[in-house]
C-alpha cells in the first residue's frame, strides 16, 4: 500500500469522529477523491476560501509567500494545489491546522514533503502522534506518521507574518477538541474558525478528545469580539458566514447547553435524554436528518454528563449505559 493510500486510511478513520457515525460496526463510506471539485470562493484582499471534501481551506496570499488554514484530505493535495496556483504563483509557506481531526490534517505529509511548514497548537500534535479514539463509536484512529506532524507548534497564541500579510493563531481551549485554532487576518476582515463554528448545522462535540460545548460558546464569544458587520467568516465546514450567522450559532449553542444542562442536573440517562428530544425544535435549521439530530444530542450529552467520571477509562466512558 502506497503512502497516498495509507493517508487515506488513516484520514478516513479520523473523520469518522466529524462524521457522526450512530453504530460502533459502522464506518462512513470512502469518498471518491476522483469526483471531488474544488470549489473556490473570493473573499477579498487576495484570501480565498476552497471547499472540497472535509473540512474549508482558507488561502491568504502574500507578496513573498501564502499562509494556507487547513489541508482537507491527502488525496486532494494535487486538486488543492491547482486550485491554489490559479489564485496565485507564490509559494504555500505556512499550512495551519485548526485543529487534528483527518479532514483537515490530510494534506500534512504531503505539503509538508514539499518544504510548507505545518503549523498548529500542541495539541494536535499530541493527538496526531499517540492516536485517537472516537466517543461515538469507539473507533480508532493510529498515530499519523512523524512526517505529517506539525513541525512548528505553539501553546495559547501565536502569529505568522509574511511581507503584507499577517495571521494571528489562538487557541481556545475544549471547544471542538481540546486543540482548536482560529486564524484571524486582521487587515482583510476575515476569520477562519476551523470547526468551532459549523455554517448552517449541529456541529460535532469530540468530548473524547477535549471537546465540551462550555468551550464552544466560548469560542464562539471569541470570534464574535473579533468580528464586525462585514467580516467574512470561514467555519470548518458550510457556506462563508458573517457576524449575523455566527450570532445565531452561538445562540443555538446556549439554548443547547442550558437544556442539557438540566437534563444532566435531573440525573437523565443518554438514553432518556435521546427519548425527550431536547432540540426537536432546533433540528430544523441545524439537523439534516434524524442521524444528525441524535448525534449532537449524544455530544451535548456527553460534554456535560461525563466530566464527573473523566478520571475513568475511556473506554468504560465510550460504552457507560444507563
Not at 482558507?58 to 493535495?77: C, E, S, Y
Not at 507564490?90 to 505529509?109: A, S, V
Not at 476575515?190 to 466560548?218: E, S, W
Request: one cysteine or more; aromatic letters at 6%.
Amino acid at each position: 500500500m502506497d503512502r497516498v493510500k495509507i493517508a487515506v486510511v488513516a484520514t478516513m478513520m479520523a473523520l469518522s469522529g466529524a462524521a457522526f457515525a450512530q453504530q460502533p460496526a459502522a464506518s462512513p463510506p470512502s469518498p471518491d477523491f476522483s469526483e471531488v471539485e474544488i470549489r473556490t470562493t473570493d473573499l477579498g484582499n487576495n484570501i480565498h476560501m476552497l471547499e472540497g471534501q472535509g473540512g474549508n481551506t482558507t488561502v491568504a496570499v502574500a507578496k513573498d509567500g501564502i499562509i494556507m488554514v487547513d489541508g482537507q484530505f491527502a488525496p486532494l493535495h494535487d486538486k488543492l494545489k491547482a486550485a491554489i496556483a490559479s489564485i496565485s504563483n507564490q509559494p504555500i509557506k505556512y499550512l495551519i491546522n485548526t485543529h487534528f481531526h483527518g479532514d483537515h490534517t490530510g494534506g500534512n505529509e504531503l505539503f509538508a514533503k514539499e518544504g510548507v511548514i505545518v503549523v498548529s497548537q500542541i495539541n494536535v500534535k499530541k493527538r496526531l502522534a499517540t492516536g485517537t479514539t472516537n466517543g461515538l463509536t469507539g473507533a480508532r484512529t493510529p498515530p499519523a506518521p512523524q512526517a505529517a506532524l506539525p513541525s512548528d507548534t505553539y501553546t495559547n497564541f501565536s502569529k505568522i507574518r509574511l511581507s503584507g500579510r499577517v495571521a494571528d493563531l489562538k487557541h481556545v481551549a475544549n471547544a471542538h477538541t481540546d486543540g482548536d485554532t482560529y486564524v484571524w487576518f486582521k487587515t482583510a476582515n476575515v476569520l477562519a474558525t476551523g470547526d468551532t463554528f459549523t455554517n448552517d448545522r449541529y456541529p460535532n462535540i469530540d468530548f473524547a478528545n477535549g471537546g465540551n460545548i462550555k468551550g464552544m460558546i466560548a469560542a464562539a464569544d471569541a470570534c464574535l469580539k473579533l468580528a464586525n458587520a462585514k467580516t467574512r467568516i470561514v467555519p470548518g465546514h458550510g457556506p462563508v458566514a458573517n457576524k449575523a450567522a455566527l450570532t445565531e450559532y452561538r445562540t443555538m449553542l446556549v439554548t443547547a447547553r442550558d437544556r442539557m444542562a438540566k437534563l444532566v442536573q435531573e440525573g437523565k440517562s443518554e438514553d432518556e435524554v435521546l427519548a425527550a428530544k431536547p432540540f426537536a425544535d432546533l433540528d430544523a435549521k441545524w439537523a439534516p436528518n434524524e442521524l444528525a439530530s441524535k448525534n449532537f444530542i449524544r455530544v451535548a450529552y456527553h460534554s456535560l454528563a461525563d466530566k464527573s467520571d473523566s478520571r475513568r477509562p475511556l473506554f468504560k466512558r465510550i460504552f457507560r449505559r444507563s
